[in-house]
């Protein structure tokens, strides 16, 4: 009777919680079980390490094999327990020794030459694993990305013959320790658009207070352009937020690219995308669109076109930076803080109050248009602004305006000012820490009653004013928020789609 222990990872949303492998090697009629709750890709898992020992000149043992993946009630799936399982059969018949695998974790796909091949969630396995104070053996493929989390100590294999020989002694694998220099991100530059002097200014509040923005114009105004600069103005990431970025990355397909490290996402989904593209969903839940633009830009252009269930499924990611998806057999919490920039036309042929008179919509038409975007929807984002059409002043003329580099600058300064005073942005502050922190002057305050009479704005609007006007305040380095900071915050919340 011959017993092996080892551990690997099962990833349940963005956490990966621990599982035993246990290989046990009995008497009876030759039989290879696996059991536990593997899906279909774990049970085929038997023929792939069958194959793997085989071609990597190892005896497969003629008895009864079973495997057992606990605890019994976590789902297990994707071919990443082959190489525990593997390592467990050789232990079990003392073709390698079981006396170091205890203080190891493993992971990887086997293929029937028994190389191994990446698996996705390498980033967040390890940081957990590293929390447990064991170290990683993983596909070579998956090392730069599991080294992301410092500290961590990663073995990198290329096959089942590295593993062995380092388990044994005879040829350790060396500590990865490689960390590879981001790309610094080449986004379009502020000052290569023409005009638009106030969508800039209100982009530039929105960055420094982390907050959300809907530009409303005719086709050719530059929102998408603007938009496609918003990133190269946002602070740089810090080391827990890129790591919180990254892990997410990482459990996709494609995984996360080592040199986009501290490189905030920019996710631009199109228009026709479902619910669960958005939000996440399957059997076993994946991050949708929201959670991989975590800590970055989500860009939803031509805005009406979106189905309205997509867009109201947005509401509560918007307000808590979560995101729970919810099935029969699991509940999995995904983070989703992001910031929303998004575009639409003033009308469904795009050019309602242009100087050229194209426009011939009704306004049944206009109406229709709009109410795709529901109230709900449209009170969560906090600054909207129209773009008018560019004139030929303005195009012809040289660049006018700060740099991306000019504007990044004073955006830092106001995002530590706000680290500082309350440890959050500005956009994510709660009701009570909203009116300790932005209180404005009582010139401020009486107009902001006014506005709030006048424009029947919401409990929800107030509070976001008041939010934008703290941002102001802290990019000009004021302590307190003016009267102009809040007339002109107002002005961002009048504009009604």
């Known amino acids: 009777m011959s017993l092996a222990v080892l551990y690997s990872r099962a990833l349940y949303g963005l956490d990966a919680p621990l599982v035993t492998v246990e290989v046990h090697l009995g008497s009876g009629l030759p039989a290879f079980t696996i059991v536990g709750l593997p899906e279909a890709e774990v049970r085929e898992s038997r023929d792939r390490v069958r194959s793997a020992l085989l071609n990597a000149r190892f005896d497969f043992p003629s008895r009864r094999i079973t495997v057992n993946l606990a605890p019994a009630d976590l789902p297990k799936e994707s071919g990443r327990f082959d190489l525990p399982i593997a390592v467990g059969i050789l232990a079990a018949s003392k073709q390698i020794p079981p006396d170091r695998l205890k203080q190891y974790e493993f992971a990887g796909e086997l ?6 091949r990446p698996i996705r969630g390498a980033l967040a396995m390890t940081l957990v694993a590293h929390r447990d104070n064991r170290a990683f053996i993983l596909p070579t493929e998956n090392a730069r990305e599991a080294a992301m989390v410092k500290g961590a100590s990663i073995f990198p294999a290329a096959n089942l013959d590295q593993v062995c020989a380092h388990l044994t002694g005879l040829a350790p694998i060396a500590r990865f320790e490689g960390m590879t220099e981001s790309v610094r991100a080449s986004y379009p530059d502020f000052s290569e658009v023409r005009g638009q002097l106030r969508a800039k200014r209100a982009l530039e509040v929105a960055a420094a207070g982390g907050h959300s923005v809907l530009m409303v114009g005719p086709p ?132 309602l109050g242009h100087p050229s008179g194209k426009c011939h919509c009704t306004s049944e038409q206009v109406a229709r248009y709009r109410a795709k975007i529901s109230g709900p929807f449209l009170d969560r984002i906090d600054i909207r602004v129209e773009m008018p059409p560019v004139r030929y002043e303005e195009l012809s003329m040289p660049p006018i305006g700060d740099t991306s580099a000019q504007i990044r600058s004073r955006v830092e300064k106001a995002r530590k000012t706000q680290m500082d005073r309350q440890g959050r942005p500005n956009a994510e502050l709660t009701v009570k820490e909203t009116m300790r922190y932005c209180r404005p002057d009582s010139s401020g305050e009486k107009l902001i009653r006014q506005a709030t009479d006048s424009l029947h704005l919401s409990g929800r609007a107030y509070h976001k004013v008041l939010r934008i006007a703290r941002s102001m305040a802290d990019l000009e380095g004021s302590f307190g928020i003016s009267n102009e900071n809040v007339a002109e915050a107002i002005q961002y919340r009048r504009f009604d789609a």
């Open 111 to 116: 293929a029937l030459s028994g190389d191994l």
């Open 220 to 351: 050719g105004t530059g929102k998408s352009m603007l938009a496609s600069c918003f990133p190269g103005i946002l602070p740089e990431m810090t080391e827990e937020e890129a790591l919180e970025s990254a892990a997410i990355q990482s459990l996709t397909v494609s995984g996360f690219d080592p040199r986009r490290w501290r490189m905030r996402p920019f996710r631009s989904p199109h228009h026709t995308s479902s619910t669960a593209a958005m939000v996440g969903g399957g059997t076993h839940p994946k991050p949708g669109e929201i959670s991989l633009a975590h800590r970055g830009v989500l860009f939803l252009d031509e805005l009406p076109e979106f189905e309205k269930s997509v867009l109201e499924s947005l509401r509560e990611p918007i307000e808590s930076g979560r995101i729970t998806i919810s099935r029969a057999a699991q509940q999995v919490d995904f983070p989703a803080r992001f910031e929303l920039i998004a575009a639409m036309n003033p009308c469904p042929c795009g050019f």
